[in-house]
């Protein structure tokens, strides 16, 4: 049972693997179950056993890291005052990072625009309800757009840093974000 559970991981990494280079050169409804099947080195029947089509894999593999998002967003959910602003900007750049390929790909003109604004909203929520939990004066209008002036330049800067190879290790790109949010800039005397 365990050397088969480890085959279907291994093909699905592969599968994974495939699509996401096939994104990188195509959009995804240019992509078909052979050159796809072709490219991972498995057959047709192996792909169907575990996705139904080429949009099928594209929403697991959305699916999954959408969960992993939500995931690291649970502490400002849940109205806790001990949440570590740096340990869990690292968290999820380091969620980034380990799916790399898959956001670069979704910020590029290939890439599916609403994954994107469905991660937006994920953090939209979380921290939307913790800035109202930890602060009720504030007016929410205010504080929309804050978030939404936060959520785009934290983008442009994984962009960037995507882009350059991750050069920048994710605990110190972690810091230099929340100074941002704080207020202050890394320059400033």
């Given at each position: 049972?365990?050397?088969?559970?480890?085959r279907?991981?291994?093909t699905?990494?592969?599968?994974r693997?495939?699509?996401?280079?096939?994104?990188?050169?195509?959009?995804l409804?240019?992509?078909?179950?052979?050159?796809?099947?072709?490219?991972?080195?498995?057959?047709?029947?192996?792909?169907?056993?575990?996705?139904?089509?080429i949009?099928?894999?594209?929403?697991?593999?959305?699916?999954?890291?959408?969960?992993?998002?939500?995931?690291?967003?649970?502490?400002?959910?849940?109205?806790?005052?001990?949440?570590?602003l740096?340990?869990?900007?690292?968290?999820i750049?380091?969620?980034?990072?380990?799916n790399?390929?898959?956001?670069?790909?979704?910020?590029?003109?290939?890439?599916?625009?609403?994954?994107?604004?469905r991660?937006?909203?994920?953090?939209?929520?979380?921290?939307?309800?913790?800035?109202?939990?930890?602060?009720?004066?504030?007016?929410?209008?205010?504080?929309?757009?804050?978030?939404?002036?936060?959520?785009?330049?934290c983008i442009?800067?994984?962009?960037?840093?995507?882009?350059?190879?991750?050069?920048?290790?994710?605990?110190?790109?972690?810091?230099?974000?929340?100074?941002?949010?704080?207020?202050?800039a890394?320059f400033?005397?």
């Amino acid at each position: 049972m365990k050397e088969q559970d480890n085959r279907v991981r291994v093909t699905k990494i592969l599968i994974r693997h495939a699509f996401l280079q096939l994104l990188k050169e195509k959009p995804l409804q240019s992509i078909t179950v052979r050159e796809l099947c072709q490219s991972a080195g498995i057959n047709r029947g192996t792909f169907y056993t575990h996705y139904r089509d080429i949009y099928d894999l594209m929403h697991q593999i959305e699916e999954e890291m959408t969960q992993e998002f939500h995931a690291k967003m649970m502490p400002l959910l849940s109205g806790s005052n001990n949440v570590d602003l740096v340990d869990m900007i690292t968290e999820i750049f380091s969620l980034i990072q380990n799916n790399a390929e898959l956001c670069l790909i979704t910020l590029s003109p290939n890439g599916d625009k609403n994954f994107l604004f469905r991660l937006v909203a994920i953090g939209k929520e979380a921290c939307m309800h913790a800035y109202l939990y930890k602060n009720p004066h504030w007016d929410p209008q205010v504080m929309d757009y804050f978030y939404t002036f936060i959520s785009s330049g934290c983008i442009a800067i994984l962009e960037q840093w995507l882009k350059e190879g991750m050069q920048v290790p994710v605990e110190e790109l972690a810091r230099i974000v929340k100074g941002f949010i704080a207020g202050g800039a890394p320059f400033a005397a």
